[in-house]
């Protein structure tokens, strides 16, 4: 069972608390730092304080006193009536990494809500109940506020949700699993919906994703560059050590590792080639520098999903409560775009890599990896889908954090666009991860093509697993069945751990 304090998740091990289906509790440090705000709020409800979002309505109706006997009713109306989102739902992983980031947020102990709301929260998490929550309506601040809204219907006992796979109205699957619908006192509704959790459910995702795809792509050129009888001269120590970004120095450093004792490679140590092409003698330069955008992005987004993202926020220590806009989603609007750009990269490279592959002019291989062209068109078409791939990723990249819209009358005039951003990031992963597997099912074509020439053992290792679910390609095939093969075994975990037994761990 893992302890939540506020302070305590990562990327790894948010991700693999959702993989693991791990249950979670509140750790005992964090109940007292809950209580003392929560007894500060009902403090100042007696005192008949006007506090926003508390004993007041909400954005335009910032100044709409709510009676006493009325603030349950603020609480309730304010989860059905941000419940607007539209779209496909939510899917399942980042809804409950959603959940889990709301909790941690609310354990700070900043939020002014009650302990009992935590633990709903947890039993939502525990009993894997997963709302559906429509995936469109957020404009990245006063936060998530639509999503969030969605996600805390379930709670309530609105809406519908998942349970076992199947999907219910949210009062059922809850009475299914012993809990009851939770009602909401003062401040606990806006605690709930006033934060960035959709958007750093889904970079959490990107960015997991984003630091395996590095070190596939190290393995993909790798292999490319065995293929295509390159050289390893420029990933030479000494090329790094003068220009010494960390990213350009731990690619360059896979890329001796994966090459060591190439046969291919001691082949043509005496050719007459002078230096390669830039998708190849470039990959430190390149992959590196996504890699550290990845390391920036991992560092934006654990402060964020440690952080306290709800407004007002209540400091017990000094006995006060503030209103501010730490909802406000531009830090994580920005990763997103910035990470979608950087990714993308390894997709433009891993194409160009491709294209050199299957043109037999550039490669010294036979045209389109076929013995037999003519008859055949060999893997012509899977280049074309790459070089769709990678035009798509050119409109998924534009930034949509340099995008505004005022909401609420003009009173939340700037807006991030975060959800936006974080959504089409993963789009682009995607997109991303396509390329690569089709890097991958060429160039271990090409590689089969020179033999008796042998690559290197983690070269090697790669090329094995892969051809166990697609073989040497000698007539036209299904190329479709194939890059879905590809891809398949190469974003299984077994294929990196297989790669690094032989390499130790890859860096990013």
Not at 23 to 46: A, P
Not at 111 to 128: D, H, P, Q, T
Not at 370 to 394: D, H, P, R
Request: with cysteine; net charge neutral; hydrophobic share 40%.
């Amino acid at each position: 069972m893992f302890s939540i304090t506020g302070n305590n998740l990562t990327v790894q091990n948010s991700i693999k608390l959702i993989e693991n289906n791990a249950l979670l509790k509140i750790d005992k440090s964090t109940i007292n730092k809950i209580q003392k705000s929560r007894s500060l709020v009902e403090k100042w409800i007696k005192d008949d304080k006007a506090i926003y979002g508390i004993t007041t309505g909400f954005g335009e109706f910032k100044d709409v006193k709510i009676s006493y006997q009325d603030l349950e009713t603020l609480q309730k109306n304010l989860i059905i009536s941000h419940s607007a989102g539209v779209g496909k739902y939510l899917p399942d992983n980042i809804v409950r990494l959603m959940i889990l980031f709301r909790i941690n947020s609310l354990c700070k102990g900043n939020s002014g809500v009650r302990v009992e709301l935590v633990e709903a929260l947890i039993n939502l998490f525990n009993y894997k109940i997963i709302p559906l929550v429509p995936s469109q309506g957020s404009v990245g601040s006063s936060g998530d506020l639509a999503p969030l809204s969605h996600l805390a219907l379930t709670l309530i006992g609105k809406g519908y949700c998942k349970l076992d796979g199947e999907i219910l109205e949210s009062k059922s699957a809850l009475e299914k699993c012993g809990l009851r619908p939770f009602v909401l006192s003062a401040k606990e509704g806006l605690a709930l919906i006033n934060g960035t959790q959709m958007m750093s459910a889904y970079m959490c995702l990107a960015v997991w994703e984003a630091e395996r795809l590095a070190k596939l792509n190290d393995i993909a050129g790798a292999t490319s560059l065995e293929a295509l009888k390159g050289t390893d001269s420029a990933f030479d120590e000494k090329i790094q050590r003068i220009r010494p970004h960390k990213g350009q120095i731990n690619t360059a450093y896979n890329l001796r590792t994966l090459l060591k004792n190439s046969g291919i490679m001691k082949s043509h140590r005496d050719c007459g080639k002078v230096q390669d092409a830039y998708s190849l003698r470039c990959m430190p330069q390149v992959h590196g520098a996504v890699k550290d955008t990845i390391r920036y992005c991992r560092e934006v987004l654990e402060i964020e999903i440690n952080s306290v993202t709800d407004n007002p926020l209540i400091f017990p220590e000094d006995g006060e409560y503030l209103t501010g806009g730490n909802f406000h989603g531009e830090p994580i609007a920005l990763i997103a775009d910035y990470l979608a750009i950087a990714i993308s990269e390894l997709a433009n490279i891993s194409e160009r890599r491709i294209a050199r592959l299957v043109d037999g002019s550039l490669s010294g291989l036979p045209r389109f990896l076929t013995t037999e062209g003519g008859l055949n068109s060999g893997l012509m078409i899977a280049q074309y889908t790459a070089a769709s791939l990678v035009s798509e990723n050119k409109v998924l990249t534009h930034p949509a954090s340099v995008d505004s819209i005022p909401t609420s009358a003009n009173q939340e005039d700037h807006n991030s666009m975060g959800s936006i951003a974080a959504k089409k990031c993963m789009d682009v992963i995607n997109n991303v991860k396509n390329v690569i597997a089709i890097e991958f099912l060429c160039a271990c074509q090409g590689i089969d093509l020179l033999k008796p020439l042998k690559s290197s053992k983690p070269v090697e290792a790669a090329r094995k697993l892969i051809r166990s679910k697609t073989p040497y390609i000698t007539k036209d095939v299904l190329l479709y069945e194939y890059i879905s093969s590809v891809k398949q075994v190469v974003y299984d975990n077994n294929f990196l751990n297989a790669i690094e037994k032989i390499t130790g761990e890859l860096k990013i």
